[in-house]
């Protein structure tokens, strides 16, 4: 018997892509970049503030349309 | 100075008849003080909750850091608040809205069910909110004292005394209607001012590239240990899925499903408003302004210099606004954390509600006036003075909650161990001198996790029936 309550599989990848992204933006070699006059550091942040909620409301409603995470 | 005072007043006055209409339905019972009954719909409360979120310290804070720490740097921080949502959406919306009380103290008291959580928990929330509403505080004082030639002392009283007689006679519902309307005029303000500077300067990427070629620091990573930049990161994203003031909004939606999708749309609007004001407004500013002492004056300086009055008016609106969404739902959660998780026991046994109600308005007026006196003396750079006061939120209550709601091994003892050690930790190491200021919480949720594992081996599991409740929240 699992020692978790179960998680959706997508909200696990979810997590799971969203950690490895954030791992990689904190690499020391992505503050020492330079792209347009920014650190590759900083724009991997902004992306990550960009893609993330994008992703996140995707699933969501994928979810819906496939009529899981119905509530009362 | 005529036009924009008349604005601002008309907008306090606004929100003073909003609490008045509100207090009508509010002290019908406790749903519907704390929480409007938990009718909210999705898409105010996305806003609501962006609102909320969006302080003072999104608008003047937020340009300060970029500003004087450069972009990265700031972007960091953010990230990590946005980064914040999802986990939310996903570790704790579904389960604590179907869990349906009132507060995440309510929450840590079921699920470790001894008395010190009930006073430990509320204590934490009191302290770290009352730095929080210290510092929106300050906001709305310099940008009073700056737009509108008011002094800063009388600013700070004037606007603490609208938001604190609207929450306390309006409760929750006060508190969202407003919110919509504040965070309306801070997406208008922002992206309006964004807009206005593209039209002159180019896209974005032109204007950082121009930006940085005059002040390269604008740019880069700021001379500052990684563990500040990650300690930012992860205090914010931590933060977010336990924090009193967004768990309530969580309470407030119809079903678990709104609580998510709230969330997520929030985390949206929430992204194209500080991106706007970092990447837009902030280099523009930077260029027109190269060397200001108070760093957090910036988007102050670019509206009093290159803005008409009437929208100068507006942009003190909005930053009013943006103090006063996120400082009217800190008091209504720091109230809750006194008046419902601290006393409430003892009130529900020996007052009637009316009395109670009457007890929830006074405990708003204390907490809004320690705060106000606090505020006379303000900190500098106050996006890092309250950070460091929500970090020791994240690191007592993140691993205890997410912990209670999805490890089956989690039990009383871990939890008390986890929240205690964490918070311990945090402090430990942010009053050391020798570890950088904002890394503490890399410390200290470590420590929780492990106090969490270690002590709920050792101490005795929990009945089978609270197992089975929690279960049930997740369905």
């Known amino acids: ?72 | 100075m005529t036009l924009e005072r008349t604005l601002v007043i008309l907008y306090l006055m606004g929100c003073i008849v909003i609490g008045a209409l509100a207090s009508r339905k509010v002290f019908v019972s406790r749903d519907e003080y704390w929480v409007a009954g938990r009718r909210i719909g999705t898409w105010v409360n996305a806003m609501a909750i962006m609102a909320a979120l969006a302080s003072g310290g999104s608008i003047i804070g937020v340009m300060g850091l970029a500003y004087g720490r450069g972009i990265p740097y700031t972007l960091s921080l953010f990230a990590g608040a946005v980064i914040g949502f999802p986990l939310a959406s996903i570790l704790v919306a579904k389960p604590l809205r179907n869990f349906g009380k009132f507060t995440i103290t309510d929450f840590l008291a079921f699920r470790y069910p001894h008395p010190v959580v009930r006073i430990l928990v509320p204590l934490l929330i009191v302290v770290s909110f009352t730095v929080y509403i210290v510092a929106q505080m300050k906001a709305a004082g310099i940008t009073a004292e700056t737009l509108l030639g008011i002094p800063y002392q009388q600013a700070v009283t004037l606007s603490a005394a609208v938001f604190v007689l609207y929450v306390s006679i309006g409760g929750m519902l006060a508190i969202t209607w407003t919110d919509v309307i504040q965070g309306t005029l801070m997406l208008v303000v922002i992206l309006g001012t964004a807009l206005a500077m593209m039209a002159q300067n180019g896209a974005p990427t032109t204007i950082i590239a121009e930006a940085t070629a005059k002040a390269p620091e604008l740019g880069q990573v700021a001379n500052e240990p990684l563990g500040n930049y990650l300690g930012l990161f992860i205090i914010w994203a931590a933060a977010i899925p336990v924090i009193p003031h967004i768990v309530m909004r969580v309470f407030t939606a119809k079903n678990s499903q709104g609580a998510r999708l709230s969330l997520n749309v929030a985390m949206v609007v929430y992204t194209i408003m500080i991106l706007a004001a970092v990447m837009v407004i902030v280099p523009v500013g930077k260029i027109a302004f190269p060397n200001l002492q108070d760093a957090d004056q910036i988007f102050l300086e670019v509206m009093n210099h290159q803005f008409p009055p009437l929208i100068r008016g507006l942009a003190v609106a909005a930053v009013i606004a943006a103090v006063m969404s996120t400082t009217d739902a800190l008091l209504l959660a720091c109230s809750s954390a006194i008046s419902h998780d601290l006393l409430g026991n003892y009130l529900k046994k020996h007052v009637t509600e009316k009395v109670e109600n009457r007890i929830n308005v006074a405990v708003v007026w204390v907490v809004g006036g320690v705060a106000m006196i606090f505020a006379y003396s303000p900190p500098k750079l106050i996006t890092e003075f309250y950070s460091a006061a929500i970090g020791m939120l994240s690191a007592g209550l993140f691993v205890p909650v997410v912990a209670g709601l999805w490890w089956k091994g989690a039990n009383m003892v871990g939890g008390i161990a986890s929240i205690v050690a964490g918070v311990a930790v945090y402090l430990l190491v942010q009053f050391s001198p020798e570890f950088p200021p904002l890394s503490a919480i890399l410390y200290g949720l470590p420590a929780s996790a492990v106090a969490m594992v270690l002590f709920s081996l050792l101490g005795p599991p929990d009945s089978k029936e609270l197992t089975l409740t929690v279960e049930r929240l997740h369905r």
Request: hydrophobic letters at 55%.
């Open chain 1, 1 to 72: 018997m699992s020692r978790f309550f179960k998680m959706e599989r997508g909200d696990r990848w979810y997590l799971i892509v969203i950690t490895l992204f954030s791992i990689i933006a904190f690499m020391p070699w992505t503050r020492a970049l330079d792209v347009g006059g920014m650190s590759l550091f900083g724009w991997l942040m902004a992306l990550l503030m960009v893609f993330s909620p994008a992703i996140a409301l995707y699933q969501l409603f994928l979810r819906k349309n496939q009529g899981e995470d119905s509530d009362a």
